[in-house]
Antibody
Framework: EVQLVESGGGLVQPGGSLRLSCAASGFTFSDHYMDWVRQAPGKGLEYVGRIRNKANSYSTQYAASVRGRFTISRDDSKNSLYLQMSGLKTEDTAVYYC?????????????????WGQGTLVTVSS | DIQMTQSPSSLSASVGDRVAITCRASQSIGSYLNWYQQKPGKAPKLLIYAASSLQSGVPSRFSGSGSGTDFTLSISSLQPEDFATYYCQQTNSGSPLTFGGGTKVEIK
């Protein structure tokens, strides 16, 4: 059974830092791209960023709203995904989800997010 | 970035109704469009990928259509467990991923 379990959320002051983790199990973690998506209270889903697999040089991409402040990394030996957040702002307050990107098959590669964790709440407030 | 516009933002319907939610992209995205369902306090769940492919385990009353810039999620006969918020997402290569604003389906 595929499982993604986030941890590390909590209350942090503006300008502070926090590191989120996502523990993966039930699938070959190293094969998959992984995403972080967040959801502010009462709001919609917002893409945070992506890390690709080793075959794609672990390359990353970020939403403009977090670029330069957030860093995504992974440790395939530990089946773990990370989100290092710094320079936190009140508008970063949200539930943060890690999500697995489906592998490509055939000629099409739509890369949907086929499994999600339960989320971890980050609150940025003084 | 590609903007995704969903409509309506909310709707009221009864059990057994047919429901349609639309999603429009600000530029052509081919068939790189996915649909998710989210219930309160829960993570989103993938329903439809590549515009019209049903994710494994999702009831066949859900269907997706469209290509280019205009897409539709349809529910053929609304069930009590379908009351939720639905999001579209574009995954066009080379563009930052973006989600639509969501459509909340409520009980009439």
């Amino acid at each position: 059974e595929v499982q993604l379990v986030e941890s590390g959320g909590g209350l942090v002051q503006p300008g502070g830092s926090l590191r989120l983790s996502c523990a993966a199990s039930g699938f070959t973690f190293s094969d998959h791209y992984m995403d972080w998506v967040r959801q502010a209270p009462g709001k919609g889903l917002e893409y945070v960023g992506r890390i690709r697999n080793k075959a794609n040089s672990y390359s990353t991409q970020y939403a403009a709203s977090v670029r330069g402040r957030f860093t995504i990394s992974r440790d395939d030996s530990k089946n773990s995904l990370y989100l290092q957040m710094s320079g936190l702002k009140t508008e970063d307050t949200a539930v943060y989800y890690c999500a697995r990107i489906s592998l490509c098959s055939g000629g099409s590669c739509p890369r949907p997010l086929d499994y999600w964790g339960q989320g971890t709440l980050v609150t940025v407030s003084s | 970035d590609i903007q995704m516009t969903q409509s309506p933002s909310s709707l009221s319907a009864s059990v057994g109704d047919r429901v349609a939610i639309t999603c429009r992209a600000s530029q052509s995205i081919g068939s790189y469009l996915n649909w998710y369902q989210q219930k309160p306090g829960k993570a989103p769940k993938l329903l439809i990928y590549a515009a019209s492919s049903l994710q494994s385990g999702v009831p066949s009353r859900f269907s997706g259509s469209g290509s280019g810039t205009d897409f539709t999620l349809s529910i053929s006969s609304l069930q009590p467990e379908d009351f939720a918020t639905y999001y579209c997402q574009q995954t066009n290569s080379g563009s930052p991923l973006t989600f639509g604003g969501g459509t909340k389906v409520e009980i009439k």
